[in-house]
């Protein structure tokens, strides 16, 4: 299993990025798919996740209204459409994937089963 994160880079606050993740070796429809993200010094934590089917979406409430999660699953792929960048957002970001037949969103990391390697997001003010 493989999930390869792109997109990230550096940023004036206020710019946007798209995170891209393709997923492989696995199948993909049948997992639930979250974002992480964690900044120096702090600990990992969740930003958004969505259904295996991409019928609802779950965020932190630090990016509600800013980030969107989507998949297509035609292309093994989740993406994080990041707006209205700010400062504190810098951090790096993961995509992981969970096996759930309920679609259940965890927001703990330690409930995913697949991680990405992780892109960089850094927002200059």
């Known amino acids: 299993v493989q999930l390869q994160a792109s997109g990230g880079g550096l940023v004036q606050a206020g710019g946007s990025l798209r995170l891209s993740c393709a997923a492989s070796?696995?199948?993909?429809?049948?997992?639930?798919m979250g974002w992480f993200r964690q900044a120096p010094g702090e600990e990992r934590e969740f930003v958004a996740g969505?259904?295996?089917?991409?019928?609802?979406?779950y965020y932190a409430d630090s990016v509600k209204g800013r980030f969107t999660i989507s998949r297509d699953n035609a292309k093994n792929t989740v993406y994080l459409q990041i707006n209205s960048l700010k400062s504190e957002d810098t951090a790096v970001y993961y995509c992981?994937?969970?096996?759930?037949?309920?679609?259940?969103?965890?927001?703990?990391?330690?409930?995913?089963?697949?991680w990405g390697q992780g892109t960089q997001v850094t927002v200059s003010s």
């Open positions: 070796g696995l199948t993909f429809r049948s997992y639930v």
């Open positions: 969505i259904w295996r089917s991409g019928g609802s979406t």
């Open positions: 992981a994937a969970r096996w759930d037949d309920r679609d259940y969103v965890s927001r703990a990391g330690n409930d995913y089963f697949y």
